[in-house]
């Protein structure tokens, strides 16, 4: 008859597990890896064929609009191209709004929502790392779908025989936009999407909030005068309530672009560019801030 004690007693089986004897790659390759993989995901790549359907289609919807304008250029014998580099990005900026609002809550929401934050944790990545990759792998996401189509603008030029010069240096202030709008964005929208496990939730107020405040923008701005003929200095301060208005208003007043009238964004004078900028920076670093601090309590 056996007593209790045996019958607690605990045996130990040799199953064949061996330990992992191999190098340990550590925190940078798995941070390195991480931003990969969220680089990956924003186009769908590694997931099912649906998920690649949406930011396949909105990368070629950005790029398609710079081909007619190459062929109209061509066909009409134009001497310049008809629309700026950083004036394009203005005019067909929604698309990218849609692809962050999309894709932004593919990097963040999913974790959240199948609770395997605490997995990635558990590794040598910390939650800063978590961050950082997340965050350059959206910014890199939008610069590609930003960038391409100013590239083929400029190669459309270089192919009409347009002056090298003017059209490199209006090519720098494309980019330079495209940098500032995927850093602002970036930011805001996966603190947006950080704070949400439901990705319906996290499109909606992406997408909700960018508009919206364009739209108060917009209608602050025309109750202060700046869709008169000329536009006081003072109703430009208008475009601080919107993140994208600010950008552009910012790019057109560093860069003297956007064209003339009552349409045109703009910082108002010099005190205006500081503000503007200051504005972006903190924005941009406040949402970063923000998102640190939220993964410090997942």
Known sequence: MTTPAQTHRGVIHDIGYRPYTGPRLGRRYA????????????????RSGK????????????????????AIVAFANLKQMPIDYSVYLSRFGVLAQIFLAAQAPVLMSRDLRHHVVPLYFSRPASRTDYVAAKFAAMVTALLIIMTLPLLVLF?????????????????????IAAV????LYSAIG?????????????VAAIMGGLMITSGVSQIVRALTGGFDPV?????????????TRTVEGLV??????????????????????LV???????????????????????
């Open 31 to 46: 941070t390195r890896s991480l931003y990969v993989q969220s680089l990956r995901a924003a186009f769908g790549l590694g």
């Open 51 to 70: 998920s690649k359907v949406l930011p396949f289609l909105l990368f070629g919807a950005l790029v398609a609009p710079t081909l007619a304008i190459i």
């Open 155 to 175: 190669i459309g030029a270089m192919l009409n025989s347009f002056p090298v010069g003017d059209n490199l240096a209006h090519l720098m202030y494309g980019l």
């Open 180 to 183: 500032l709008y995927a850093l």
């Open 190 to 202: 996966l603190l947006i999407a950080a704070a949400t496990p439901r990705r319906g939730f996290g």
């Open 231 to 243: 536009p006081s200095e003072s109703a430009h301060w208008a475009e601080l309530m919107s993140p």
């Open 252 to 273: 057109n007043t560093l860069f003297d672009i956007g064209g003339e009238g009552f349409d045109r964004m703009a910082a108002p004078g010099t005190a205006g560019v």
């Open 276 to 298: 503007f900028g200051a504005v972006i920076v903190l924005l941009t670093a406040g949402s970063y801030a923000l998102m640190l601090r939220r993964y410090r309590n997942v």
